[in-house]
């Protein structure tokens, strides 16, 4: 169990771009298709796993969306994100922006999120948005909290809107928090967020929820590395030996 779960995590990490994925961008801005091709380049060639914790840089990222299924119709309604080097959240450093959606969320996820019809209904389309999400994040390595939820949609809204796949490498961040708290059964963002005394600011806000999830990597860090960690090879190395 514990190698399926390292194979697992190595390949949230080994991202590898499709060379054929500009095809269907004919037609687009061809500065989009240049910067996503410069991606392309800089992804492949940079090592993560390598980098001391001290000096690795991270995008901490957060998206509300309408449900749960992008391939059953629910999309995103916000993206929020926040800059870390090492173990300090960058909190000048920041990204965020409602998404144009036409209908508008539900009555329960307006309560939930704050996200009105109005607002997304003024906000910018997904395409502009994600651009200006690529334009922030660069090459940097991102980091959600469930970060399933967040990999799925980003790859069918990256291939809806640009027609190219989603290939930035994500980090769950339960992936430090197993091996600092292994006792402990912290799941829920709230459940990690009490436990290490992190106050969230406006719960359901995509850039609150960063900020949170960006303390709780922080601390994480910070543990691992008073283990005696240095880099994320070597926490893998630790998981692979693991019975």
């Not at 390949?11 to 991606?39: F, H, T």
């Not at 949609?153 to 930035?168: E, G, I, P």
């Not at 860090?221 to 008073?226: G, K, L, P, S, T």
Request: hydrophobic share 40%.
């Amino acid at each position: 169990m514990v190698m399926n779960q390292m194979f697992q995590l190595m390949k949230q990490l080994s991202g590898k771009w499709n060379s054929s994925s500009y095809a269907a961008m004919d037609g687009a801005d061809p500065q989009k298709i240049a910067y996503m091709r410069q991606l392309q380049r800089e992804l492949k060639n940079k090592d993560v796993l390598s980098i001391p914790f001290n000096q690795l840089k991270v995008v901490v990222f957060d998206v509300e969306t309408t449900g749960f299924f992008p391939y059953k119709g629910d999309s995103i309604l916000s993206i929020g994100a926040v800059r870390m080097l090492g173990d300090q959240v960058l909190e000048g450093e920041t990204f965020y922006s409602p998404i144009f959606h036409e209908e508008g969320p539900s009555q329960e996820i307006e309560k939930l999120t704050g996200i009105t019809r109005e607002i997304v209904q003024a906000a910018p389309p997904l395409s502009a948005v994600l651009r200006d999400f690529y334009q922030f994040t660069k090459t940097d390595t991102l980091v959600a909290h469930h970060a399933s939820h967040e990999k799925q949609f980003m790859q069918h809204a990256t291939w809806a809107s640009l027609k190219t796949n989603f290939q930035h490498r994500i980090i769950d961040t339960s992936f430090l928090t197993k091996i600092v708290e292994p006792e402990k059964r912290l799941v829920t963002l709230d459940e990690c967020c009490e436990h290490y005394g992190i106050e969230i600011d406006q719960r359901h806000h995509a850039l609150s929820d960063a900020i949170a999830t960006a303390r709780l990597w922080s601390e994480s860090v910070r543990a691992v590395q008073a283990m005696g960690f240095t880099n994320l090879k070597e926490v893998y190395t630790h998981i692979a030996t693991l019975k």
